[in-house]
């Protein structure tokens, strides 16, 4: 019976520490504006003055590792004339 008195003082006096406790401030950002690293957009990053996806670069230096000489790099998009 003592120990069921013990036990149950020491469940309460854990139960009443915790919610004593103060709940750790949250981070408030400081402006409502997110930013992009270097404007680029999501999943997207500058890479010697050109925006390019991370799955781009990835396949360069896959490339560069397999045959040992960089990859050249993709042709733009011709525009249609007018």
Not at 1 to 22: D, H, K
Not at 36 to 54: E, F, L
Request: proline residues 10%; positive net charge.
């Amino acid at each position: 019976m003592i120990r069921l008195i013990v036990i149950a003082g020491f469940a309460l006096v854990v139960a009443t520490s915790a919610q004593g406790m103060t709940p750790a401030p949250l981070l408030q950002p400081d402006s409502l504006i997110t930013k992009v690293a270097a404007g680029c957009g999501v999943g997207r990053t500058m890479v010697n003055g050109k925006c390019m996806s991370r799955i781009e670069k990835r396949h360069e230096r896959r490339h560069e590792r397999r045959t040992g000489q960089p990859a050249t790099p993709a042709a733009p998009a011709a525009t249609p004339p007018q």
